[in-house]
């Protein structure tokens, strides 16, 4: 199993640009959620889903769409890029609510 | 708004001291409490988590952690540190009051181990 893998490992985005961090998962996870991690800020949810065709919005979420059409996709889009978004983003699946979380190895975005 | 405290934002100890971290969370019902260690330029891992029963969770490493429901803490200690032990240790509980299916995190305890 690769677990969870997240495309791109880094990027660099200027201002208004809109892009797409992917995310998949081989395990068969019901659960898929996206983290952003900020120093001193610790992991803040910014969306999640419960299984294929729902999704729901965590503590952060302006700013960012998802969707998850597949039980392993659950990519994360931003819109419109702003400096506030520099950030690194996780993004993690288990296989129910309570169960352990498996992260991902982040991508480390930067936004000029 | 749930949420988790983690009391200290940078420990520093030397090899073979022991090590606890404090953690309360805000929410009186039923919890499944957990706490990640992030190793330098590395992603999330869990280190141990709990559910019911013994209160007293044993987790990798050497690491454990007591669940004290009267005081909402689910502290995490070992009673002797490696410099390998070198991390960010974060806090996390999960509940699912009032529909809201998520997993809250604290802000997270820079751990430095001084060989």
């Known amino acids: 199993n690769a677990g969870v893998t997240q495309t791109p490992k880094f990027q660099v985005l200027k201002t208004g640009q809109s892009m797409t961090l992917q995310c998949a998962q081989d395990?068969?996870?019901?659960?898929m959620s996206w983290y952003r991690q900020d120093p001193g800020m610790g992991l803040r949810l910014i969306h999640y889903?419960?299984?294929?065709?729902?999704?729901d919005q965590g503590e952060v979420p302006n700013g960012y769409n998802v969707s998850r059409s597949t039980t392993e996709d659950f990519p994360l889009r931003l819109l419109s890029a702003a400096p506030s978004q520099t950030s690194v983003y996780f993004c993690?699946?288990?296989?129910?609510?309570?169960?352990?979380?498996?992260f991902g190895p982040g991508t480390r975005l930067t936004v000029t | 708004a749930q949420s988790v405290s983690q009391h200290n934002h940078h420990v520093i100890l030397s090899e073979a001291a022991s090590l606890e971290l404090g953690c309360n969370y805000s929410?009186?019902?039923?919890?499944?409490l957990f706490w990640y260690v992030q190793y330098p330029g590395q992603h999330l891992q869990l280190l141990l988590k709990?559910?019911?029963?013994?209160?007293l969770v044993k987790g990798i490493k050497g690491f454990e952690a007591e669940f004290i429901k009267s005081k909402f803490s689910f502290n995490l200690r070992k009673p002797s540190v490696q410099w390998s032990d070198t991390a960010e240790y974060f806090c996390?509980?999960?509940?699912?009051?009032?529909?809201?299916?998520?997993?809250?995190f604290g802000k997270g305890t820079k751990l430095s181990v001084i060989p």
């Open positions: 996390a509980f999960f509940n699912s009051g009032a529909g809201s299916y998520q997993l809250t």
């Open positions: 889903s419960v299984g294929a065709g729902i999704t």
């Open positions: 993690a699946s288990s296989y129910g609510l309570r169960d352990e979380q498996y």
């Open positions: 709990y559910f019911s029963g013994d209160p």
């Open positions: 395990m068969n996870h019901e659960y």
């Open positions: 929410y009186g019902g039923t919890v499944n």
